[in-house]
């Protein structure tokens, strides 16, 4: 199947031509201030898989060695790369319901209120991913 997806106002499309090999949460305070919400979702694709199809984003450097690439006019987070690790943030897909995910990293940092269930592993800071190298 093919693997797409894009920012809230259409602006910025990209796809996939693999499935998704590895699937992290991120509980860390530059993660929920960069995507508003209480924990983020991030999906690696095999390297070279992913293209951007439609406009181009804007990017964002959050610490050294880190990019977070973002929709310049709706502000959707659409990547976190760093170390040659190529995300996809888990919102921006359009089917992110298909995700199988690995684990939780950062827990360290967790917000009191979210209770993990799911029996992922945690990892109370990184997990590192699987590597890939920046789309451009
Ligand atoms: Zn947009
Ligand atoms: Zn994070």
Same mark, same amino acid.
């Given at each position: 199947?093919?693997?797409?997806? @894009?920012?809230?106002?259409?602006? +910025?499309?990209?796809?996939?031509? *693999? *499935?998704?090999?590895? *699937?992290?949460?991120?509980?860390? @305070? ?5 995507? $508003? ?11 070279? #898989? ?16 880190? +990019? ?20 996809? #943030?888990? $919102? ?14 950062? #827990? ?8 993990? #269930? ?12 699987? $590597? ?5």
């Amino acid at each position: 199947m093919d693997w797409a997806g @894009g920012c809230l106002c259409g602006a +910025v499309r990209y796809r996939a031509s *693999a *499935a998704p090999d590895y *699937a992290s949460y991120c509980h860390c @305070g530059m993660c929920r201030k960069a995507s $508003g919400a209480p924990f983020s979702g991030f999906v690696q694709f095999p390297e070279g #898989t992913v293209e951007w199809t439609k406009g181009r984003p804007d990017r964002y450097t959050s610490s050294d060695g880190a +990019v977070r690439r973002f929709c310049a006019t709706c502000g959707s987070a659409l990547t976190f790369e760093a170390d040659n690790v190529l995300f996809m #943030t888990l $919102g921006s897909l359009d089917a992110p319901e298909k995700v199988d995910f690995d684990c939780h990293t950062y #827990t360290a940092f967790k917000l009191p209120q979210i209770h993990l #269930t799911d029996g992922l592993p945690h990892h109370p800071g990184p997990a590192g991913g699987k $590597g890939g190298r920046p789309i451009d």
